[in-house]
């Protein structure tokens, strides 16, 4: 809003052409003892990514699920080797996996991508 002496008016303001974008969420839950593993990918909030993580964990077979990550507008990538597994997120998917096999490589042998996903913005207008 500008004002002046004796007019006051709006000045921009959302351009009606542009794009409107939302994030999208997404989890991973793992269970260290039984080896159970969840995920989900585009959901509209962190606590419905992560509630869904959770309940594919446990479906799985998992008792003590737990979130390892929980990402939004990026992908995510998890290696595992013969001991260890390493989780990364990035924002396109081929970094995501590079890096998460990077870090595996360097830790531990054996390393393979065992998920990858993403959950990027979806436009809504």
């Known amino acids: ?16 052409d542009q794009p409107t974008w939302e994030k999208r969420w997404g989890a991973i839950a ?8 969840g995920s989900s990918s585009r959901e509209g909030s ?10 594919t964990c446990k479906k799985q077979g998992g008792k003590t699920c737990r979130i390892e990550i929980s990402y939004h507008n990026q992908c995510v990538s998890l290696a595992a080797g013969k001991f ?8 396109t998917l ?20 065992f998920y990858s996903n993403c959950s990027l913005p979806e436009r809504i207008q």
Do not use: H
């Open 1 to 16: 809003m500008q004002k002046g002496n004796g007019w006051e008016g709006c000045v921009g303001g959302p351009d009606p």
């Open 30 to 37: 793992l269970d260290d003892t039984t080896g159970a593993f």
């Open 46 to 55: 962190e606590s419905r990514a992560e509630k869904n993580a959770l309940a």
């Open 84 to 91: 260890k597994y390493f989780v990364r997120a990035d924002y």
């Open 94 to 113: 081929a970094l995501a996996e590079s890096n998460s096999l990077s870090k595996c490589g360097k830790e531990d042998e054996g390393c393979k991508i």
